[in-house]
């Protein structure tokens, strides 16, 4: 992965711009020492690494016009942050680039329950927004499975999902209004506190924007009342194909659950060996979760055990009460972290029409053999989500390369049989150069002239989303 060579005028110029930003934001909040701005160097893709030049972290939209404004003026690029938990390299610095973060632009500004809103700045985490309402039966309904550390922010430059995102939607069904800045310092407002804001969707454009547009500084989030209850069902099946079909079967039907999971043996195994969730063993498994009354929860699983029963499954488990619900879920949400206890991978993240997985599921296993590298598939198989982990040696000379070309050539696959580079990760680093496999020029010409329009200077996060070649020419003119 290439970055472009840092600006060396701007390096020169670091004392200079760390002196102005120091006149805007409180002493502590400009992190220019070496050794101190190593903590930005990477997001959660860390096979990329760069320190920036330094980093700011601002408690309020005004504080961050002002650095914006300096920035601005000094062609300084800027990297605005949330929480650093892109897997997509998206938060990733140049040498020559400031770090914005907002994790200091945490507060609830607003609640309001008869219109189920709640108006956050965008550095608090996802989890601590459901937090906020819950006790009065409200929750946020996207959730990563980072939703304990990622920010709203990050959330929605990357248009994030989660598990539960198949009955509610993504962010941006569920964001009604940011405050954003943009790259002069100018402070705007898009959306409102409803639905559905006039004029053209620029609200739409600005969610899975990836931090080139501005910096968004507070949010207003739809909030919802939490169900009656819910309940998982846990599906196990000899075969990974077997149980991809039972997945397009069951939205084939019209049974609409909340979340259908998907986890595979190597997945299995390793979060056996590390959440001992009582998983049984075989080659894949599915959670289904549905929700609503008591009637209702009865009436979904019936059916839905019905269709996975006519797929020979290994077992079928239906959880009775909220701790063998817990259990069930266990596993699924210690996944990632018990594949990082065995190997590096790296985590993929396309997304394909519901009926082409268990073909797409066979060809990675076919890959997996070419390539001679392991893969565990754990994802939101309701929304044809895909999350290859792909297992690699970071120590073994040329074994990132390799993972790379895997990776590449499973998003390749997910674009040719209808689906697209990115489901929420993002594009970032990750992808960029893959993205002509999915646009061809005068697409990817449509999409950097509304970045023309928000950063004229293109300071804005450069060198991600887009392929180097066709930015090249606009980049140097900031
Ligand atoms: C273990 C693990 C599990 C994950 N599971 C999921 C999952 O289930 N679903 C999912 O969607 N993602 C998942 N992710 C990916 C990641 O958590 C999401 O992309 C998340 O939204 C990133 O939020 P963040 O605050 O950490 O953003 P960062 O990593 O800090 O930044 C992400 C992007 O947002 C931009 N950005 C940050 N702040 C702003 C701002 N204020 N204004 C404009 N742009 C900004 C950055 O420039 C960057 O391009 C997972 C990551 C990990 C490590």
């Known amino acids: ?80 942050r949330g929480a650093g938990t892109s897997l997509a390299g998206g938060a990733l610095p140049t040498a020559d680039s400031v770090i914005l973060g907002v994790a200091r632009m945490n507060d609830v500004l607003e609640t309001d329950y008869d219109n189920r809103f709640v108006r956050v700045q965008t550095g608090r985490t996802n989890l601590s927004v459901t937090g906020a309402v819950e006790t009065d039966g409200f929750f946020y309904a996207p959730d990563p499975s980072s939703q304990l550390a990622c920010a709203i922010a ?22 009604l209004g940011v405050r954003m800045v943009l790259m002069d310092g100018t402070i705007v ?3 409102g506190a409803h639905m559905d804001a006039g004029g053209i969707d620029l609200l739409g454009v600005v969610c899975g924007s990836e931090g ?35 997945v397009s079967d069951i939205i084939q ?16 195994e390793a979060t ?15 959670i289904v979760e ?4 008591p009637d209702e929860i009865a009436h979904q699983l019936d059916l839905i ?26 596993g699924r949400k210690s996944a990632f972290g018990a594949m990082g206890q065995i190997n590096d991978y790296m985590c993929l993240d396309g997304t394909i029409p519901v009926s082409q997985l268990p073909y797409v599921l066979r060809r990675i296993g076919e890959m997996s053999a070419e390539y001679g590298l392991g893969v565990g598939n754990v994802f939101h198989a309701g929304d044809g989500n895909m999350h290859p982990l792909i297992l690699f040696n970071a120590n073994k000379p040329g074994d990132l390369e390799k993972c790379e070309a895997f990776g590449a050539d499973i998003l390749r696959l997910c674009v040719e049989v209808g689906g697209c580079l990115t489901g929420e990760h993002g594009v970032g680093v990750e992808k960029r150069d893959l993205m002509t496999t999915q646009f061809d020029p005068e697409d990817i010409e449509a999409q950097l002239r509304v970045k023309d329009v928000f950063d004229p200077k293109w300071l804005l996060n450069p060198a991600k989303v887009f392929p180097l070649a066709a930015t090249q020419a606009r980049r140097t003119v900031g």
């Open 253 to 268: 039907a019209g049974v609409l659950p909340v979340a259908i999971e998907f986890m595979d043996r190597p997945c299995i």
């Open 305 to 330: 055990s019905e269709i996975a029963n006519r797929h020979n499954p290994v077992e079928i488990r239906q959880a009775a009460d909220a701790d063998q619900a817990a259990r069930i879920w266990l």
């Open 1 to 80: 992965m290439q970055m472009p060579a840092p600006d060396q005028m701007v390096i020169g110029r670091k004392d200079r711009i760390v002196a102005r930003l120091q006149e805007v934001l409180p002493r502590d909040a400009v992190i220019h020492d070496v050794m101190e701005t190593r903590a930005y160097e990477c997001d959660a893709l860390t096979a990329y690494k760069c320190p920036p030049l330094c980093a700011v972290l601002p408690e309020t939209t005004e504080q961050v016009a002002a650095v914006l404004r300096i920035c601005h003026q000094e062609n300084v690029p800027v990297v605005p």
């Open 212 to 246: 080139q547009l501005g910096v968004v500084t507070e949010a207003t989030l739809r909030i919802l009342p939490k169900p009656e209850g819910a309940l998982p069902v846990l599906i196990g099946y000899d075969s990974n194909e077997v149980a991809g079909q039972c």
């Open 154 to 175: 990050g959330n929605i430059a990357m248009n994030s999902g989660g598990a539960h995102c198949l009955k509610y939607g993504v962010t941006t069904n569920n964001l």
């Open 290 to 293: 549905v929700e609503g009354s």
């Open 272 to 286: 056996e060996a590390f959440a001992k969730a009582g998983y049984p063993m075989c080659e894949a498994l599915l």
């Open 189 to 191: 407002d898009l959306g």
